[in-house]
């Protein structure tokens, strides 16, 4: 199961909370999500620390959206990747180059 939670802790940020398993079934619903906050052109915080899997499909979503953050000028973050989940990013060769932070911005 897969849950996708959106919380504005400032008017200029957002922090979507992704849990459970990232794949082929649940990135449309994580997609919704991401591109409903960009369109706000908000700071966006992707909070991973309760994802257990990732597969290819979710990697290349977060792609994606690091990608428009750099085109449409907002910031994005990953905060809480697990040790397997950012394993996935380092078998693609894409851990150094997406913007990986240990510490969440959000209080909760």
Excluded: C, Q, Y
């Amino acid at each position: 199961m897969f849950e996708a939670e959106i919380e504005r802790p400032t008017a200029s940020a957002v922090v979507v909370k992704a849990t459970g398993e990232l794949d082929l079934m649940s990135v449309p619903k994580l997609d919704a999500v991401l591109k409903e906050v960009m369109a706000d052109k908000a700071d966006v915080e992707l909070d991973l620390s309760r994802l257990d899997f990732i597969d290819s499909t979710g990697v290349h979503l977060v792609l994606g959206a690091n990608d428009a953050s750099s085109r449409e000028g907002w910031a994005f973050s990953i905060v809480g990747a697990n040790a397997d989940v950012r394993r996935a990013f380092e078998l693609l060769g894409l851990l150094d180059h997406l913007p990986f932070r240990d510490r969440p911005r959000s209080a909760s």
